[in-house]
């Protein structure tokens, strides 16, 4: 735990803003998505999408493999190990808050 | 800008961005199950139904390959059930490709002049067999869904 005993300060601050955890969420269900595949299943501009995914970049959660296919580049992203395991963490974090609230 | 949420309103959203990245893969399962039944239906029909549907199978055999090696070409997310499924070297590639080989040889090699019923109930039997691996394949993928 940090700073405070409630499950809320384990949240992940990188995670917890909803365009990025759409994107971890996306990630986590395949092993690569393609740009315009989560630009188009979240349904945000390209641009606010390739910001979050900087921060996620920096974060070291996401990597960003560019590829041509022919002449057309095409980005593949994909979640890294400690991406993999930061965003278990913080399901698990919002599931021990969600229990809470219930009982 | 960042928009505040609850904890529940984060759950449902990795639940709908999981359930929208995951739909490309269902489709892909889904069109191995329907390979799989088309398989089934083709050589009863190209080798023992009448000339329109021969007709019919081979439009829909043709038609069919090209809209799947189409889409699974171009899926825009990559999952390893079905890349797995799909490689050239899977067990259900060359299982797929083996019995398809077999039935195919069997119905224009060993066709008798007047196929009778124990010829058509060879022949149907593989072509369900024929079949199968394409099923296991769509189901293993359609499984693998969370």
Redo the contacts between chains.
């Keep these: 735990m940090s700073d405070g005993s409630h499950p809320r300060h384990d949240l992940d601050d990188v995670i917890h803003a909803p365009v990025r955890l759409s994107i971890m969420a996306a990630l986590a269900a395949a092993e690569k998505a393609e740009f315009r595949l989560l630009r188009d299943t979240i349904e945000v501009s390209d641009s606010l999408l390739s910001k979050h995914i900087l921060t996620l970049e920096e974060a070291g959660y996401v990597e960003v493999e560019k590829v041509f296919v022919g002449k057309r580049p095409r980005t593949w992203l994909s979640l890294t190990d400690d991406g993999r395991r930061a965003f278990r963490d913080y399901v698990s974090v919002l599931k021990r808050l969600t229990e809470g609230l219930s009982e | 800008m960042?928009?505040r949420?609850t904890?529940?309103d984060?759950?449902r959203?990795?639940?709908?961005?999981?359930r929208?990245?995951?739909r490309?893969?269902r489709t892909a399962g889904w069109t191995f199950v329907a390979t799989g039944f088309g398989t089934m239906l083709y050589w009863p029909a190209m080798f023992l139904g009448p000339t329109w549907a021969q007709a019919v199978a081979g439009v829909a055999w043709v038609a069919l390959t090209i809209a799947s090696t189409f889409y699974l070409g171009s899926l825009?997310?990559?999952?390893?059930e079905v890349?797995w499924v799909n490689r050239p070297t899977s067990p259900v590639s060359v299982a797929y490709v083996a019995s398809v080989l077999v039935t195919f040889l069997f119905g224009m090699l060993f066709r008798p002049e007047d196929p009778g019923a124990g010829w058509a109930a060879a022949l149907i039997a593989l072509a369900v067999l024929s079949g199968l691996p394409a099923l296991y394949g769509g189901r293993r993928i359609l499984r693998a869904e969370?």
């Design positions: 960042e928009e949420f904890p529940r984060a759950l959203r990795i639940e709908e961005a999981e929208r990245v995951r490309p893969v825009r997310v990559q999952d390893a890349a969370r």
